[in-house]
């Protein structure tokens, strides 16, 4: 797959649960889930040098402008010195967020990127948490579409919520489309397993 391929929420949404499906990543982030500090951590310095190169991208090792996490494909260095390290092409931009109840407030900064794919991470603990968060980002991408007056294609935007079971870490993520939020099945990933998988 290409590195544009990654942009399709869907296949973005596959590659995510592939890298973090990896048992030494899974038993990490089990492990650490209350620790936010070392569990974003684990996220930073892990899972994004994960998802880059199964991507065929690159991502960057500090925030850039203050977004968690880039996925690009080289620094531009026709414009800029080497050492300023400006990205050339983002493909993907990626919030992290361990408290739910801050979430919104990253998925204001991701709508406001123009960049293909917008992901934003977090954490509810429970359906009416999620359900909360849902109506919120919601309002937020309608007004960026319409702000931008872009369409569904043109401005992407994945949600991946995370739950800690004992045993296991359940995902589920929603793309937003038509003008909502709609969860990602297993028929739509093309996936025969279910969302949530026991470790």
Known sequence: MG???FTD????YQLFRDVVADPAHDEQLKSLWRESTEYTAYVTTAIYPALAKKSDLRNHDKPYWTIDCILFDKWDEEHFNKDTQY?????????????????????N?????NVPLRVLITYPNSDKERDKLIDRYK???????ELFNETDSTRRTLVIFGYRHPNFIERTAYHYTNGQLQLLTPQTTGQNTPSSVPA
């Open 109 to 113: 900064k991701l709508q406001l990127l």
């Open 139 to 145: 309002t937020i991408i309608q007004t960026a579409h």
């Open 3 to 5: 590195s544009t391929d």
């Open 9 to 12: 929420p869907v296949a973005f």
């Open 87 to 107: 990205a050339k092409r983002v493909y993907v931009a990626i919030e992290h967020e361990n408290d739910w109840r801050h979430s919104a407030t990253e998925m």
